[in-house]
């Protein structure tokens, strides 16, 4: 598995043809599942992941916004929530250097929280955990040794094909992300969560500023086109608002 993805955009190259993928629709197979399947048969982020060991093309994300806001580095300590199947624990990992192969650095500390079981990723400490559950926090503190330096959230909540339920769903989600975050981070951390296009919801990006130095959204390029996800990064912990 690489750090850091390769130079310049995936399949890209002069002189190269690519050659698109077209998948026919099966019986029994809905139009829907055709379409995803070629999608995924096509993605340049898909076969990059299988290519350099990461389980998900999520991780391109996670490289992607670290390459723009340097957030991890050797010595770091990482919550990720919602951490299955394991792509953005596996980038922490490498770029905290929790498996100590960079010699002469700080080895960082890496915890993956789930309700579900996680298949073992060297370097990281995964942890079978629902972190809205009572003393969530002082577990994943005495996990980790101490606050964390990074707290990061790819979850998404399941989809129920109204918008403004949806957009319910996930606000309410990375609220609790960000509540749990201001809970385990140390002065100076950051957090990480997904949100739906148009950004965090306007109140909770001005409670996120009471506690943070600065509030910013990003679409790192592996974030398909179609996806109307976008990432909320928050940098600069201070404290927790008062009410």
Request: charged letters at 30%.
């Amino acid at each position: 598995m690489t750090d850091r993805p390769g130079s310049g955009k995936p399949g890209s190259g002069r002189g190269h043809r690519e050659l698109r993928v077209r998948v026919k629709t099966a019986k029994g197979r809905k139009l829907s599942s055709t379409r995803w399947l070629e999608r995924q048969l096509n993605d340049p982020y898909v076969a990059r992941a299988r290519a350099e060991g990461y389980r998900s093309r999520a991780a391109y994300k996670l490289l992607e916004i670290d390459d723009r806001f340097h957030l991890l580095r050797p010595g770091c300590r990482v919550v990720d929530l919602g951490a299955a199947p394991g792509g953005w624990t596996q980038v922490a990992v490498a770029r905290s250097n929790a498996l100590g192969e960079r010699k002469g650095k700080p080895r960082g500390r890496v915890l993956g929280v789930d309700l579900s079981p996680v298949e073992p990723i060297p370097g990281a400490e995964l942890l079978e955990l629902d972190f809205l559950a009572e003393g969530a926090d002082a577990r994943v503190r005495d996990w980790l040794g101490g606050p964390a330096d990074l707290v990061v959230s790819d979850m998404a909540a399941p989809a129920s094909g109204h918008p403004q339920t949806d957009h319910l769903r996930i606000t309410g989600l990375v609220e609790a992300a960000a509540e749990f975050a201001m809970d385990v981070l140390e002065p100076g951390g950051a957090f990480v969560a997904k949100v739906l296009a148009g950004g965090a919801d306007a109140a909770l990006v001005k409670w996120l500023n009471r506690g943070f130095a600065k509030v910013q959204h990003m679409k790192p390029p592996a974030s398909r086109k179609d996806s109307s996800e976008k990432y909320l990064v928050a940098t600069g912990f201070r404290a927790r608002p008062e009410p």
